[in-house]
């Protein structure tokens, strides 16, 4: 099993653009989360799916950001427009039913210029 | 929100040297998790604790559930230098829902 696989690794847009970051969970686990990782405000989850069903999205921070999951293998989180301060890695985590022993993603690193 | 208390924020130890940090948290908390993240990576679990006062053990790392289920701690004997790197502690909720993550720790060790 190829784990939790995300895509850009790196991505360098200017502000007001569109981002798409994408991610392939581990087969058979049925729940994905999206964190974001800062200096300074560490590990946040944003929003959380069971079964590709939205459950939580009350750490997504403004309605720039949206998630999708439209099927098992794939979830995409996308910002549009985007702005300096979305600047993070942004990791895309699988789980089985329950959220613990969650697997990471390497993390897509967004820079906002 | 739930909040983990992560300590120490940073640690610079000499190889060799034994490592202590600890999570506590003001809720109660069902699983506790300790990941290990290095440069460009995500995080990777290092130990699940599933019951107060469990105490388990991978390799050289030896982590703890706290008895009043709101704290834990990880240990790690004689440090070598790829122990470098950022360890979180993570506690999921009563509702089993979601993971909360501490601020971690980073671990530098000095050869």
């Known amino acids: 099993d190829a784990g939790v696989i995300q895509s850009p690794r790196h991505e360098v847009t200017e502000m007001g653009q569109e981002v798409t970051l994408r991610c392939k969970p581990i087969s058979g686990h049925n729940s994905l989360f999206w964190y974001r990782q800062t200096m300074m405000r560490g590990l946040e989850l944003l929003i959380y799916?069971?079964?590709?069903?939205?459950?939580?999205d009350s750490g997504m921070p403004e309605d720039r950001f949206s998630a999708k999951m439209p099927n098992a293998s794939f979830s995409t989180l996308k910002i549009q427009p985007s702005e300096p301060r979305d600047s993070a890695v942004y990791f895309c985590?699988?789980?089985?039913?329950?959220?613990?022993?969650?697997?990471f993603g390497a993390g897509s690193r967004l820079t906002v210029l | 929100g739930q909040q983990l208390n992560q300590s120490p924020q940073s640690m610079f130890i000499q190889e060799g040297e034994d490592v202590s940090m600890n999570c506590t948290s003001s809720s109660i908390f069902n699983t506790w998790l300790w990941y290990k993240q290095e440069p460009g990576e995500g995080p990777v679990l290092l130990i699940a604790?599933?019951?107060?006062?469990e105490l388990t053990s991978n390799g050289r790392l030896t982590a703890q559930f706290g008895i009043t289920r709101k704290d834990s701690f990880l240990n790690i004997s004689a440090s070598i230098p790829s122990d470098v790197g950022i360890y979180f502690c993570a506690g999921q909720d009563q509702d089993g829902n979601k993971l909360v993550f501490g601020a971690g720790t980073i671990l530098r060790v000095k050869s």
């Open positions: 799916f069971n079964n590709n069903v939205p459950i939580d």
């Open positions: 985590a699988a789980g089985g039913s329950g959220a613990n022993v969650l697997t």
């Open positions: 604790l599933y019951k107060a006062g």
